[in-house]
């Protein structure tokens, strides 16, 4: 079980709106940017696919944060119990070694709270053949994580409460993640090939941040619907849908679909208890 907590500057949500995404999971803050497409071969048929950088350095962060909003966070001085002064690079060890208030250090740049969500997790990591490419030439699988998550909402409280905090609502949903793509194919056409061997519906669905926000803030579900942020993951037709989650990812229905999925396929299948995530990136592409 992990919790995910979400910031941005209200009421105009500047980061969100460009895809940025600074959240707090457990004790770790990182940054999700788009990673850029080049490259890639987006084909119409993977609307709602999404390819994130995912940074861990505050000096990296803080960077995107000002080129974003023009809200430098290192204007007020982050400090410790004793009154010292955190520097940016050390934040994550001050984070880790539990002597700083980062959430109220954000709060003085308007960087607020703006969803709480905790995630019990079952992952399944896949190896799936290759179907389009000489396999004597090059990998022969695709690699992924498939990941059955059951959610629940909580209320916005103080991080120091959120083990008390009280939970609003549900929501189930199961997510595909590529780690590798096998036979020097693109991500985009590996996981054209992972959808068809699963039989994934790739029509998309809202992930869980989106839901909760459609269901508890929809004036911030608004504010990406006015941007081109929901229409460029799942087209002009489906405004109102959302995106999936992770560094290269679909929304599978439903929790009960994906399992099933899982059990039905004719694959080489192993549960892993390990919870990393592939694609992370040191870098920015903002």
Same mark, same amino acid.
């Given at each position: 079980? *992990?919790?995910?907590r979400? *910031?941005?500057?209200?009421?105009? *949500?500047?980061?969100?709106? =460009? ?28 609307i ?8 861990t +350095?505050w ?8 080129? +974003? ?14 009154? =010292? ?33 905790s ?30 998550d ?19 609502g ?24 992972? *959808? ?6 790739t029509?998309?669905v ?25 229409r460029s ?7 109102l849908l959302a ?13 009960v ?11 080489n299948?192993?549960?892993?208890? =390990? +919870?990393?995530y592939?694609c =992370? ?6």
């Amino acid at each position: 079980m *992990f919790i995910d907590r979400y *910031f941005d500057i209200s009421p105009s *949500f500047p980061l969100t709106t =460009k895809d940025l995404w600074l959240r707090r999971r457990d004790s770790n803050f990182e940054l999700k940017s788009p990673q850029s497409l080049a490259g890639n071969n987006i084909n119409d048929q993977l609307i709602g696919i999404d390819f994130y950088n995912e940074s861990t +350095c505050w000096t990296d962060i803080a960077s995107a944060i000002k080129s +974003c909003t023009a809200v430098d966070v290192s204007v007020h001085p982050l400090m410790d119990r004793n009154g =010292k002064v955190i520097k940016l690079d050390a934040v994550k060890d001050a984070i880790d070694n539990g002597i700083v208030d980062v959430e109220e250090w954000l709060k003085r740049s308007s960087l607020t709270l703006f969803a709480n969500i905790s995630t019990n997790r079952v992952r399944y990591q896949l190896h799936l053949p290759v179907l389009s490419t000489d396999r004597s030439l090059q990998t022969v699988y695709h690699v992924v994580n498939v990941d059955i998550d059951s959610v629940q909402y909580l209320e916005l409280s103080p991080y120091t409460d959120v083990d008390q905090t009280k939970s609003i609502g549900r929501y189930s949903i199961g997510e595909v993640e590529l780690i590798s793509a096998g036979g020097g194919l693109s991500p985009s056409e590996a996981l054209l090939e992972v *959808f068809s061997q699963l039989k994934i519906d790739t029509t998309s669905v809202r992930g869980k941040v989106l839901e909760f926000l459609y269901r508890f803030s929809p004036s911030h579900y608004q504010a990406l619907d006015d941007s081109p942020l929901l229409r460029s993951k799942l087209g002009d037709n489906s405004p109102l849908l959302a995106m999936g989650r992770t560094s290269s990812s679909s929304s599978v229905n439903s929790h009960v679909y994906a399992t099933q999925l899982l059990h039905e396929a004719a694959v080489n299948l192993f549960f892993s208890r =390990k +919870c990393n995530y592939g694609c =992370k990136l040191s870098s920015l592409l903002v």
